[in-house]
């Protein structure tokens, strides 16, 4: 019900966040929409010393275009993710993964920069940043570095996050002509979170091919990864029925897929494979309707 | 160690030293006397804490009241045109006019996010409706009064719009 | 009642609504009193436990800590948590308000922390040190049932609280004659009631008056009043309890709880008010949880359908204390087994055990929705395998509307119904035949579309005396005051459904004033005369009824008072408008308020007629009532992840006469959602050493707007004559009538696979693996059915 009592800075830039991350080191935890943190905190899961609240650094809420490539600031909200035009245009999957994350309040509050951070193996942005080859910036005193989302989900609740480090941004590369993707998610029924998420980006070629094929996966396992195997069996390929359950059997090898009270490893295994196929037929529906 | 604050609630100003850990619901009910707004868990899923906090609905029991300092906060006392009148909002008209609720807990919240999806939607279809209001757990009604409310009040919004 | 009602029967808006949607109701968190302290209870850890040691040391030293008590320094002062069930060779399982050696269950107190404000509070809990020395817990309710299952409590034999039996007709002989024996078993899972508002007491002393004040959200003012009296062995006549704003009750409410007794004693110990709020947590661990039955049918039948015989065994997991109702709760389900059928030779079985859990009790139908979920699972189960339709097989075995009263096996009298009529209605209004049609040929393109009915009948307007654990009466009030306004105090004790309307409207036609004329008072015990309160769909049958006779006597006294007055024979006069009219003659007429002035000036009063307007009735009913009707759930399986998708959902009802239209619809389509809940996705799960792995809103799962479909809900209208508004009550229907529908219209779905059953929730791996084993058995009857 109750946070544990703690220290509280509330920095204005992202300079005086990072020497403050540097200082408290373990004892601190960052706040930004507080949509992880804070229900972890009240059930007394964590109890950090120190809370730095990075929520009103303003240069850490923007959407814009950079290099062609589509550059989100970690405290871009779901809702605004849900709701840009640049990113509905740019990068359409973000919009609709955003738009299955919580609810309303939950949109409203949580940011995209929160999210990833937490490393939940069951939060949906992971499918869609491994899909896209999305990159996360994070800077430390010492300076920035960029990460490729799918090296920067480690394992349950673990990313690449070293301690003094901040999400800054996440770099999303720009989509090709004739792409199109997909978000299809199992919810858990109590808590909304993914079952099991599987995120699609694809491109056609003018011959009608795969000219790209991407599948990220949440909800499966401890991390979220990309289904290269399945990919393989796509890439260079007409898709067709046949083709896409071909490659849908593949989403989880190799993978050991959790298990919990809702559902079982088989079950999950089982439902990846069928979502998986069901985002990729849903992106090249759209990719289709584009070219038409 | 407390922090001061300073937030506007229903169109007034508060000054307050709080404690960094005070969460928005508690300075709300405990502090600012506000109990309109209730508390029905701890892990942010239930939505009867929900208030307005810059306009978007916002579940008061996973904010701290600092991170609150200086926003413009909207609870369900608020929401009325002129409490002192009478005069009632007409999401909150719907909900007695269409018998949007039952037991009254979880309708202070549910009537915030309402507000919100008809100033984002004024003519939201009903599964638009459903899927606004699935950060709100009602156990009385089942639902439907509660997607006909707002259904009507979004007849009456734009009536009076026009 | 007057031949034309201006209120009665029609949609009126509540009167609650204008201070909840303001937000300016008052639960009991709401209100503050000065001095308040907030108290904690230390809860175990272990569903099964000794305690070793407790160690308040740094807790009571701790800043802000005004008191740390455990139940060596209580449990002389208050006496355990009551049960009203009386049942015969009932072994004692009581429940003390802390546990002193031993817990039983996860979530069950060892200590209380009282501080001056929440978050100190919430600290020190952190801070109490306890001991304990795991023991073997006791979960599954059929182990618990051998001979060689480890205890619940050391101090009994064994963990069979009881056994119950009742039997009616010829069991042998129909068992002898039928065709066919079938069998099934099935379980009604255990729920957990989860209403909105947690539990909350607060309580302040006045010793100079020699007052207890309590403030509960209770569904019981009265009952919990007498019962904290008797806990605090105190005098009841210095305790009020007040229920304020009640944030939904459902049963859970329906009861007394340790919190209630220990805020009373430490506010009256400490001298200052003591106020108590449930986390979530704690409510999903200690409160009440519903259902938890596990029940073997063997239904007798002939070929063509008829049912003969119905032998019932029924596991009952009651946890491990009784609360108020507890070890009472299945036998309800004994008794209502027969459902809505010809059922003439019936046995029931029932076996009470005792767990390492959370005490059941009585949740949203209480024993009924067990009942009509075994039998209405059952019917469709036994029309599967004599491939009969479920809706002709229903058919056939109703009483026809010219048997009732009808007396069932079980020895009830079912007041009035036509089960037939409300069927067809829903098969009309869900277009039955055609949903047959569009299901084939949906089947022979590989989709799973299911059609699930359920025909309900359920037990209401609890009820006589004779058959109740502590009165089934009801009281009320009704008071006209010099200025023409009108009190009415009642002994029910609503919390959302709605009665300061209804009962308004009541008396509003009756008296022939306008609805906000009435004020209805409710849930304070020094205002209102002893009650029994809300649940059981009782308020409006039986507290209605109570109303209805008041203002019959007063409507009596008016008229007497206003023919002396206008020298007319009171018999040929009304009330109508604020008038006392003449019948014969429209324009001999006289205000009400000067009748209402005569009455309180005395000085002109008829012979015999006493001064004031003020009269009481208890009414006790002569029997129950019993509301019916039928359900048609459609839905779709998704067959590669087993997600069920309800595509729509028609109810029909029955509950007699309809007070309120709109709240009566309220009150069903409340119901539907939550079994639908109990049916696709609500289920408590505790694990092997007793941890319930399903305790917040993250793991449990209740139905959102967004999980349901638009429901079509109608009525048929059969008056009950066990009270005189005819009304039959409907605050359980839709919890009792749905969940068999859903289930029926999901193995349905899958009955072509040779899917017979399915336990309770619909959850989808347990569906797809239904549908995988069923698809890959080598000699399944999907093959067969082709």
């Known amino acids: ?292 | ?162 | 009642m007057a031949t034309t009602t201006k209120y009665v029967g029609k949609p009126v808006k509540r009167k609650e609504d204008a201070r909840l949607i303001q937000g300016i109701a008052h639960y009991v968190d709401d209100r503050v009193l000065p001095g308040m302290l907030y108290l904690g209870v230390v809860r175990s850890p272990y569903a099964h436990a000794r305690i070793r040691a407790i160690d308040t040391e740094k807790a009571r030293t701790a800043a802000g800590v005004v008191a740390v008590l455990t139940a060596a320094d209580l449990s002389q002062a208050i006496g355990p948590v009551p049960c009203a069930a009386q049942l015969p060779d009932l072994k004692p399982a009581p429940r003390p308000v802390l546990a002193l050696d031993e817990v039983l269950f996860v979530g069950e107190g060892v200590a209380v922390v009282v501080a001056t404000d929440p978050y100190t509070l919430r600290d020190a809990l952190d801070l109490v040190d306890v001991d304990y020395e795991a023991l073997t817990a006791v979960v599954d309710p059929e182990k618990a049932a051998r001979k060689d299952s480890p205890r619940v409590h050391d101090s009994l034999a064994d963990n069979i609280a009881y056994r119950w039996e009742i039997e009616g007709g010829d069991l042998r002989k129909a068992f002898r004659q039928a065709d066919r024996v079938l069998k099934l078993r099935m379980t009604n899972q255990r729920v957990i009631p989860v209403a909105m508002e947690c539990r909350a007491a607060l309580a302040e002393y006045d010793r100079g008056d020699d007052r207890l004040t309590l403030w509960s959200s209770s569904q019981i003012p009265h009952l919990l009043r007498t019962q904290i009296a008797s806990m605090l062995k105190i005098h009841e006549s210095s305790v009020t309890v007040i229920v304020p704003e009640v944030g939904g009750g459902f049963g859970s409410k329906l009861n007394v709880y340790p919190e209630e007794a220990l805020v009373s004693y430490l506010a009256m110990h400490l001298g200052r008010p003591v106020k108590w709020i449930e986390s979530r947590r704690e409510n999903f661990l200690a409160t009440i949880h519903g259902r938890d039955q596990i029940c073997e049918m063997e239904f007798a039948v002939q070929r063509d359908g008829t049912l003969l015989g119905l032998r019932a065994h029924i596991i009952a997991d009651l946890g491990a204390y009784y609360q108020l109702l507890t070890p009472l709760i299945p036998t309800l389900s004994g008794l209502m087994l027969c459902g809505c059928y010809r059922l003439p030779n019936v046995r029931v079985e029932i076996t009470g055990v005792l767990t390492n859990k959370m005490s059941t009790d009585a949740y949203r139908g209480a024993g009924r929705p067990e009942a009509t979920y075994f039998i209405e699972r059952g019917i469709d189960f036994v029309a599967a395998e004599l491939k009969k339709d479920p809706a002709e097989l229903r058919r056939k075995n109703f009483p026809k509307s010219k048997d009732f009263p009808y007396v069932t096996a079980t020895g009830l009298i079912y007041d009035t119904a036509n089960y037939q009529a409300a069927m067809d209605l829903a098969l009309q209004k869900a277009g039955y035949k055609k949903l047959r049609r569009e299901q084939e040929a949906a089947r022979k393109k590989g989709r799973y579309i299911g059609i699930g009915l359920s025909s309900y009948v359920e037990i209401c307007g609890m009820g006589p005396s004779s058959a109740m654990p502590a009165g089934g009466w009801e009281s009320a009030t009704v008071r006209i005051e010099p200025t023409g306004s009108v009190r009415v105090l009642t002994g029910s004790s609503p919390h959302g459904q709605g009665e300061e309307t209804t009962f308004a409207q009541i008396a509003a036609d009756f008296l022939g004033v306008g609805i906000e004329d009435v004020a209805v008072i409710h849930g304070n015990t020094s205002i209102v005369p002893y009650g029994i309160g809300t649940f059981g769909s009782r308020s409006t049958a039986v507290g209605g009824a109570a109303l209805y006779r008041c203002l019959e006597k007063l409507r009596d006294k008016l008229l007497k008072i206003a023919g002396h007055l206008m020298q007319e024979d009171p018999a040929k006069l009304v009330l109508r408008g604020k008038q006392v009219v003449s019948r014969r003659d429209a324009h001999k007429s006289m205000p009400l308020l000067d009748v209402i002035s005569a009455a309180y000036m005395a000085k002109t009063l008829p012979e015999g007629v006493e001064p004031g307007l003020d009269e009481t009735d208890f009414f006790e009913p002569s029997n129950f009532t019993y509301p019916f009707g039928t359900h048609v759930a459609v839905v779709e399986v998704d067959p590669e992840t087993g997600t069920v998708k309800l595509l729509k959902y028609v109810a029909v009802d029955d509950c007699g006469n309809v007070i309120n239209p709109l709240l009566v619809e309220g009150q069903v389509q409340g119901g539907i959602v939550q079994s639908i809940g109990q049916a696709l996705l609500e289920e408590a799960i505790y694990d092997e050493q007793g941890q319930l792995l399903t305790g917040e809103l993250t793991d449990y799962a209740v139905p959102r707007a967004a999980d349901i479909p638009w429901l079509e809900t109608y009525r048929t209208v059969t008056p009950t004559p066990v009270n005189p508004l005819g009304v039959k009550g409907v605050g359980e229907a839709g919890t009792i009538g749905a969940t068999p529908a859903l289930v029926n219209a999901v193995v349905d779905a899958l009955s072509r696979l040779g899917v017979r059953h399915l336990d309770m929730p619909m959850k989808r791996e347990r569906v797809w693996k239904a549908i995988r084993d069923a698809s890959s058995a080598p000699s399944g009857r999907a093959r067969k059915a082709k």
């Open chain 1, 1 to 292: 019900m109750i946070p544990t009592a703690f220290e509280y800075f509330a920095p204005k830039s992202l300079d005086e966040a990072l020497r403050l991350v540097e200082r408290h080191g373990d004892e601190a935890k960052l706040l930004a929409g507080g949509h992880s943190l804070l229900p972890l905190m009240k059930l007394r899961l964590s109890v950090p010393r120190y809370v730095i609240d990075i929520g009103r650094i303003k240069s850490l809420r923007s959407i814009r275009e950079d290099a062609g490539a589509l550059v989100i600031g970690a405290l871009t909200t779901h809702h605004d993710m849900e709701t840009s035009e640049l990113v509905g245009s740019r990068c359409p999957l973000l919009a609709e993964t955003a738009a299955e994350i919580g609810d309303v309040q939950v949109r409203n509050r949580g940011t995209v920069g929160g999210s990833l951070a937490h490393g939940d193996p069951a939060a949906d942005y992971p499918a869609a940043m491994v899909a896209l080859d999305a990159e996360i910036v994070v800077a430390a005193s010492s300076g920035t570095r960029r990460i490729r989302a799918e090296d920067f989900f480690v394992d349950l609740l673990t990313t690449q996050l070293r301690p003094g480090e901040i999400v800054t941004e996440v770099r999303v590369p720009a989509s090709p002509e004739m792409s199109g993707s997909a978000y299809c998610k199992l919810h858990q029924p109590a808590s909304g979170f993914a079952l099991v998420g599987a995120a699609a980006q694809i491109a056609l070629d003018s011959n009608g091919k795969l000219a790209s094929v991407a599948i990220g996966m949440t909800g499966v396992a401890v991390r979220a990864y990309r289904a290269r195997a399945a990919e393989a069996v796509l890439a260079g390929n007409k898709p067709s029925g046949k083709l896409l359950a071909e490659a849908a059997e593949k989403v989880a090898d190799g993978i050991e897929p959790l298990a919990d009270l809702h559902a079982s490893a088989a079950y999950r295994r089982a439902v990846a494979s069928v979502y998986a196929r069901r985002a990729l037929e849903t992106a090249i529906s759209r990719a289709n309707e584009r070219k038409a």
């Open chain 2, 1 to 162: 160690m407390s922090v001061s604050i300073q937030l506007r609630v229903n169109g007034k100003t508060y000054q307050s030293a709080v404690e960094p850990r005070l969460l928005l619901i508690h300075y709300l009910r405990e502090v600012l006397g506000l109990t309109g707004s209730h508390i029905g868990c701890e892990t942010s899923l239930c939505g009867t804490c929900t208030v307005l906090v810059n306009g978007r609905a916002v579940k008061s029991c996973t904010m701290l009241a600092v991170q609150a300092d200086g926003a413009e906060i909207t609870t369900i006392e608020g929401l009325s045109a002129a409490p002192e009148a009478g005069g009632l909002h007409p999401v909150q008209q719907a909900f007695r006019e269409k018998h949007g609720l039952q037991c009254g807990f979880c309708t202070p919240g549910m009537i915030l996010s309402a507000v919100q999806l008809l100033g984002d939607n004024p003519n939201p279809g009903e599964a638009e409706i459903r899927r606004a209001l699935a950060g709100n757990l009602c156990r009385c009604t089942g639902y439907q009064h509660i997607i006909e409310s707002v259904r009507y009040a979004a007849r009456k919004l734009r009536s009076q719009k026009r």
